[in-house]
């Protein structure tokens, strides 16, 4: 799954060590996220494609899916 920007409270619940060494750059498109308004996806949202992907559909494999609000699709 490739995920975009979800809202979570990771800050609050996580204590950083060694940051810099872990650290990965992230970079958003420039614009809304085109089919929020820009509002940020949810856990709800991820975990909706969990259980997809974990029900019969069984016919899918090897691709990847975005689940951005078409965040992707934006060139920046």
């Known amino acids: 799954m490739c ?5 979570s409270e990771i800050d609050e619940n996580t ?3 060694s ?3 872990a650290s990965e750059p992230v970079e958003y498109p420039e614009g809304k ?3 929020t308004d820009g509002q940020a996806g949810t856990g709800d949202d991820i975990a909706e494609m969990v259980a997809f992907l974990a029900s019969d559909a069984r016919f899918i ?3 990847p899916v975005w689940i951005d609000g078409g965040q ?3 060139v920046g």
Do not use: F, H
């Open 3 to 7: 995920p975009g920007k979800v809202e």
């Open 15 to 17: 204590q950083a060590r």
């Open 19 to 21: 940051g810099e060494e």
């Open 33 to 35: 996220i085109p089919l």
């Open 61 to 63: 494999t090897g691709t």
């Open 72 to 74: 992707s699709l934006l």
